[in-house]
């Protein structure tokens, strides 16, 4: 080697740390070394066994030879040789300048670009920069791509603490965005750990980018170390699922799996082998972007179906509007087509917030998490105006009263019965039509006193039912005026499945948030990593909340220390009644016993403060308020434990 390749690296600050017939692993550059003190001398050697790849600075120094820790092969511990056989590992020269020791090694050469960056570029040029995940063993050579780019700032990594916070957390953030973010996992189980997220994103039609390690493709199919087929796995839930290979067209194929996650709003799924990941690539291969390779979504109806709709709004003299999840980024439109039709607008759960509660025309959610003003207008109404909702049992819209559907997906209209007009068209470009050509208002009843009239109705029985108290704990009710007094009324609004949604849904009156939750999959557990997907989205421009009960939060519990780690300013709301109180309410309709429902749970507040957040524990409800308000008002990340009553929904 010419001496000026060779740069000394410090591997150890004080040598007295490593003792007479001891070795360890040190780290130069980046070349992991196994540092030895034998009779007097310190050596460096490879780290790596030539057998198997076993780190020798976890070996031990045994009868004067340093014995491999994976298969007790034995090496000189300085000349790397190995007694008796011709193979060995290599040396490194070693100098101590006063306790410090320094090894020398040729200089590194310039990071070659390889496969895993041209498909991280293409993943930044795409707009996907943000990933959660976990780095291991599988997906190493895609992980140092993904730092690469974190470094020149185009990406943000979020390492969480189990698979399925990553995709919940992606799913959420899709959810809010409408654009992709990816999830991240080594094979084996680390993969199969995302599929309740993944899953959680397909069926509420929200798109996301699922990217796993697997083993070695020279292993595949010989039953190796958390080997599974993945692409065979994540065939039922993923709409794109490829493994990356040698030979792909690597910048294209990452671009199909973004195009087909963005226009599909489904999961998409790259499967990379360890080996391939950090395969040098030539100079002329390069990153792709999306100029030029994704068409807009603006599509118009066709002219019978709309023509239709037109009709039947113009005959109308009481209609009303029911929004869902779909219809989230068309608002504006929509309200004003209310405002000219003076109807009554409600939501779906999923659809919660879209308009505020205090709009002179919103009337809440409908069905089993919904208020009875939404419930009213929609059996007194003579057509119904459904945007962006799927008819889901939970909402309850009836199919007894005639029936407009407008939906961007052509297989969701009429899904569950028949319509009297189903209309097929990108949302926006629909309702804008239909403000454009309406022209029949004077048949039509205002609903503004009518409207105000049945929400002093719901208040007045919201204040009678905030009075109830058994003396076992502090109600959901409260729990909800209380947040609807302190709330930041931009937030992003994160719940969980089970009574707390339901009381969620019905007590929470909503201004300018925005809400998250698991739809049509109802996973426990979605409230905290959504809310950690939903403050990778907007940071510090909007607050986050996460609500949940004691059985969800209980479910990725852990994550708690990722909310710290990355200071995320979510405020988190746990209602603790020991129980799994949904799960019982079921048992008793359904004439079960209650069996197994029971919670024994720790100090959840307490848990906070030793992960490093602040931690507010309320047993009473004249503490309930103060709480509340100290909690909103922190800056960083809180989380307010209320010992809730099962029975006081």
Same mark, same amino acid.
């Given at each position: ?9 410090? #591997? ?131 992980? $140092? ?14 390492? *969480? ?46 798109? *996301? ?19 599974? &087929? ?6 039922? #839930? ?19 799996? *973004? ?61 009303? *509007? ?6 989230? +980024? ?25 308009? /505020? ?8 959610? %409908? ?21 962006? /909702? ?17 939906? +961007? ?31 029949? +208002? ?26 109830? &108290? ?31 949604? !339901?009381?969620?849904?019905? !007590? ?7 809400? %998250?939750?698991?739809? !049509? ?28 009960? $004691? ?37 008793? /309709? ?60």
């Amino acid at each position: 080697m010419e001496k000026d390749k060779q740069v000394w690296y410090k #591997v150890l600050d004080n040598k007295k740390e490593l003792l007479e017939g001891r070795v360890m692993t040190v780290t130069a550059g980046h070349k992991t070394l196994c540092l030895t003190h034998f009779e007097g001398k310190y050596c460096a050697l490879d780290n790596k066994c030539p057998h198997q790849g076993g780190p020798l600075g976890e070996g031990s120094i045994e009868n004067g030879l340093l014995r491999c820790p994976w298969h007790g092969w034995d090496f000189h511990p300085c000349t790397g040789l190995a007694p008796g056989f011709d193979d060995g590992v290599e040396t490194f020269p070693v100098k101590i300048e006063g306790d410090q020791i320094y090894v020398s090694l040729e200089e590194e050469a310039p990071h070659q670009t390889n496969i895993s960056d041209i498909m991280a570029e293409t993943m930044v040029n795409w707009g996907v920069n943000r990933v959660f995940g976990m780095v291991g063993h599988s997906n190493l050579g895609l992980a $140092d791509a993904l730092r690469r780019q974190e470094e020149k700032g185009n990406l943000k990594f979020i390492g *969480i603490r189990h698979e399925g916070a990553a995709s919940f957390a992606a799913s959420a953030y899709g959810k809010l965005t409408g654009r992709p973010a990816a999830c991240f996992a080594i094979a084996g189980p680390g993969a199969t750990n995302m599929f309740t997220g993944l899953w959680d994103a397909k069926v509420d039609r929200a798109p *996301i980018l699922a990217l796993t390690g697997q083993v070695a493709t020279q292993v595949v199919g010989t039953g190796n170390f958390q080997e599974l &087929d993945l692409i065979k796995a994540f065939n039922t #839930v993923a709409e794109f699922n490829h493994r990356v290979q040698y030979k792909s067209r690597h910048s294209e194929l990452m671009s199909l799996a *973004i195009k087909h996650a963005i226009l599909k709003r489904d999961v998409s799924h790259l499967s990379f082998p360890d080996e391939v990941q950090t395969i040098p690539v030539k100079a002329h291969k390069k990153a792709q972007t999306p100029e030029g390779r994704i068409t807009p979504m603006t599509i118009m109806p066709p002219r019978e179906s709309f023509e239709q709709a037109l009709n039947l709004l113009n005959e109308s003299e009481r209609p009303a *509007i029911i929004v869902g999840h779909g219809a989230r +980024f068309h608002m504006e439109g929509v309200i004003k087509l209310a405002e000219k039709l003076n109807c009554p607008v409600m939501t779906t759960f999923k659809g919660k917030g879209l308009i /505020a509660d205090n709009h002179p025309l919103g009337c809440g959610v %409908l069905g089993r998490s919904g208020t009875p003003i939404a419930s009213w207008f929609m059996n007194e109404a003579d057509l119904l105006l459904v945007i962006g /909702a799927s008819f889901s049992k939970h909402t309850g819209i009836t199919p007894k009263i005639r029936t407009i559907q407008i939906d +961007f997906d052509p297989l969701a209209l009429s899904k569950f019965h028949k319509v009297d007009a189903a209309v097929w068209g990108e949302i926006s470009v629909t309702v804008e039509m239909l403000n454009q050509q309406l022209s029949n +208002f004077g048949n039509k009843q205002n609903h503004l006193e009518e409207i105000a009239n049945r929400w002093a109705i719901w208040k007045a029985e919201k204040s009678k039912r905030l009075l109830e &108290d058994r003396g076992k704990g502090i109600s959901s009710i409260a729990v909800f005026d209380a947040l609807n007094q302190y709330a930041p009324e931009d937030a992003v609004m994160c719940v969980d499945v089970g009574n707390n949604a !339901y009381s969620f849904g019905r !007590y929470f009156e909503t201004k300018k948030h925005s809400f %998250l939750m698991s739809g !049509y999959l109802g996973s426990i557990g979605f409230a905290l990593p959504a809310a950690m997907g939903a403050w990778a989205a907007v940071d510090r421009e909007r607050p986050v909340i996460a609500v949940a009960g $004691d059985g969800g939060f209980c479910q990725y519990l852990a994550e708690v220390t990722t909310v710290a780690k990355y200071d995320m300013p979510i405020k988190i709301i746990v209602l603790n009644n020991n129980e799994l109180g949904k799960i019982s309410k079921e048992q008793r /309709a359904g004439e079960f016993d209650i069996w197994a429902t029971s919670l024994v749970n720790p100090d959840f507040a307490n848990y906070a403060e030793s992960c490093g957040i602040l931690g507010i524990q309320v047993k009473e409800k004249d503490q309930l308020y103060p709480a509340m308000e100290k909690l909103m008002q922190h800056d960083g990340p809180g989380l307010l434990e209320v010992k809730t009553d099962v029975a006081l929904l």
